[in-house]
């Protein structure tokens, strides 16, 4: 079993950045794609963005797309995203996930393993 656990949450004002983090306990995931979901109040959890195994090939969701970067660092096995000029609509848990099969996705079907989840709080 794979427990993702994330890092990085916090509260911050409208236009700072944040750096979320997210690290596998008892395993290493090079093999995996890697990504991140969120679920604002009163919304189902969705897509952010993913990140093949091979750190080459991203996804983002159109509204984070230009903002936010997702990267991985294998040695470390760890995946990042790197929030800039947050908007109070970004105000959500953010879930780290995992893939199997390696390559990016967007769905929560495809998200085989999960992480509990970091708040993330813009205040405008």
């Known amino acids: 079993q794979v427990q993702l656990v994330e890092s990085g949450g916090g509260l911050v004002q409208a236009g700072d950045s944040l750096r979320l983090s997210c690290t596998p306990s008892?395993?290493?995931?090079?093999?995996?794609?890697l990504g991140w979901f969120r679920r604002s109040p009163g919304k189902e959890r969705e897509f952010v963005a993913t990140?093949?195994?091979?750190?080459?090939?991203?996804y983002y969701a159109d509204s984070v797309k230009g903002r936010f970067t997702i990267s991985r660092d294998s040695a470390k096995n760890t995946v990042y995203l790197q929030m800039n000029s947050l908007k109070p609509e970004d105000t959500a848990v953010y879930y780290c996930?995992?893939?199997?099969?390696?390559?990016?996705?967007?769905?929560?079907?495809?998200?085989?393993?999960w992480g509990q989840g970091t708040q993330v709080t813009v205040s405008s």
């Open positions: 996930a995992a893939n199997r099969y390696g390559g990016t996705w967007s769905t929560l079907g495809n998200s085989h393993f």
């Open positions: 008892g395993r290493t995931l090079v093999n995996y794609g």
């Open positions: 990140i093949d195994r091979s750190g080459s090939n991203t």
